[in-house]
């Protein structure tokens, strides 16, 4: 390789490799385990009464980061159970706008299932979207025990 | 050179190409510890049971009743099968001579209602047992099971023990109710 052609590597096939592997590394991150526990206290009205069906988390439960992105992109969400009842239901909902590109759609609780769904859309770098979680379908029907389930976000390019 | 170019140039946009379609995932957890339950709760006490003489001469004043009160519970049963209720006299003490019985009467799928009426005492006795995971609604007098107390006066037996009854004696008792493991 004479002295041209590593020139020509160095000032064109290089940043384009450069620019190819960082620009569009897309992330997303999401912090917002939620740990709820339901006892006597969640009886609806006292000894005799069933309990609230529907639990609620804080309407920032659930902070979600994107980050490394070229344009537009669309975040999936879907759960996986670990030990689950078929009584409960278990929903989503964007709450906040997080801050810098522009975020829509997701706003109305939508359920989650073990299949990918579209939440939302947005464009650029948009850090601090929050959501909230909405636990549904609890009763004394429920036997005791801890269910768990792990809530998958994926962020695609579009 | 121009080979070396055009070769330089295929990576890239193939390292580009690959890249662009780029997606990432994280994940959090939820859980929800459900909790195992039983509460209970008396509605109103029942009113006062009071004696009075019998219309004739030579018979035993007739017992009271008292039927007003309900006991409401809500049970979330885990690895128990079932729980029971028990009953005792936890403070106070009955007229000499007189007893104190009670008796329930729980809807179906709530439980089991003894037989016989349990006598009151300072020991605890089962109320109602085989009680499954239920809640018996909160409605006052109307949901739960209904108690029945009944005061009599021990069997006069014409000697000097029934003298031991005392008249115009005004006790109160407080009756204790506890959900319990079925043994």
């Known amino acids: 390789m004479n002295h041209v052609a590593k020139q020509a590597f160095l000032s064109f096939l290089f940043p384009l490799l450069l620019i190819s592997n960082v ?17 006597e206290n969640d009886l609806i009205n006292g000894a005799g009464s069933d309990l609230n069906s529907t639990y609620e988390s ?3 439960q659930v902070s979600l980061t994107i980050s490394g992105t070229s344009g537009s992109w669309r975040v999936d969400v879907r759960k996986v159970n670990t030990n689950w ?15 810098g590109g522009s975020v829509s759609n997701g706003s109305v609780y939508q359920e989650l299932t073990d299949t990918d769904q579209p939440f939302f859309t947005g464009s650029d770098d948009v850090p601090g979207i929050t959501a909230q979680l909405k636990l ?3 009763s004394i029907q429920v036997p005791p025990d801890t269910y768990t389930a792990t809530i998958y976000y994926t962020v695609v390019d579009i | 050179m121009r080979k070396l170019l055009l070769a330089s140039l295929m990576v890239a946009v193939l390292a580009f190409g690959v890249a662009a379609a780029t997606t990432d995932s994280d994940t959090h957890s939820f859980s929800v510890d459900i909790e195992e339950m039983a509460v209970l709760d008396c509605t109103d006490a029942p009113g006062t ?20 009160a309900y006991i409401q519970y809500t049970i979330v049963l885990g690895s128990e099968i079932t729980k029971e209720i028990q009953a ?21 799928y709530e439980g089991t209602d003894t037989v016989e009426p349990i006598t009151l005492s300072g020991t605890a006795l089962d109320l109602i ?37 005392v008249k115009n004696t005004s006790n109160q008792i407080t009756i204790e109710f506890t959900l319990a493991d079925t043994a």
């Open chain 1, 23 to 39: 620009a569009w590394s897309i992330d997303i991150t999401s912090v917002g385990n939620w740990p709820l526990t339901i006892g």
């Open chain 1, 58 to 60: 804080t309407t920032y």
């Open chain 1, 85 to 99: 009842h078929s009584d409960l239901h278990l929903w989503v909902r964007r709450t906040g706008d997080g801050s």
């Open chain 1, 136 to 138: 549904s379908g609890m």
């Open chain 2, 49 to 68: 049971l009071s004696l009075t003489q019998p219309a004739a001469g030579g018979a035993e004043p007739a017992p009271v009743t008292d039927a007003t």
């Open chain 2, 88 to 108: 005792r006299i936890s403070d106070g003490t009955l007229p000499v001579g007189c007893t104190l019985t009670l008796s329930a009467n729980a809807a179906l």
């Open chain 2, 129 to 165: 047992t085989l009680i499954p995971t239920c809640a018996t609604g909160t409605v006052a007098d109307t949901d739960g099971a209904v108690l029945t107390y009944s005061l009599s006066v021990e069997a006069l037996t014409g000697t000097a023990a029934d003298s031991t009854v």
